[in-house]
Nanobody, 115 residues
Framework: QEQLVESGGGLVQPGGSLTLSCAAS????????MGWFRQAPGKERELVAA????????YYRDSVKGRFTISRDNAKITVSLQMNSLKPEDTAVYYC????????WGQGTQVTVSS
């Protein structure tokens, strides 16, 4: 069964850091530009960061620029999102998918930033 699996979320205090990881089951990420998305309660899912397929060109939404870093490993097996200086407004369920999203959504991983 093909699925995306996100991990690494948790509860962190404002200013803290987390690293999210995305892996694919049943297929590889080699052929996709990838993105991290998030959905906060009552809000639309939004693209947070993206990385191109081959050149590693990255995109970040303005609210996370300078704090988040997206990367993919050399074998393109996983895609990570390093999140630093976290803020309460970063609280959401985080998902990975191709960019634009073409695969079924995974379960996501909950990130809660709270003191």
């Amino acid at each position: 069964q093909e699925q995306l699996v996100e991990s690494g979320g948790g509860l962190v205090q404002p200013g803290g850091s987390l690293t999210l990881s995305c892996a694919a089951s049943g297929f590889t990420l080699d052929y996709f530009a990838m993105g991290w998305f998030r959905q906060a309660p009552g809000k639309e899912r939004e693209l947070v960061a993206a990385i191109s397929l081959s050149l590693g060109v990255t995109y970040y939404r303005d609210s996370v620029k300078g704090r988040f870093t997206i990367s993919r490993d050399n074998a393109k097996i996983t895609v990570s999102l390093q999140m630093n200086s976290l803020k309460p407004e970063d609280t959401a369920v985080y998902y990975c998918n191709s960019n634009p999203p073409r695969r079924a959504w995974g379960q996501g991983t909950q990130v809660t930033v709270s003191s």
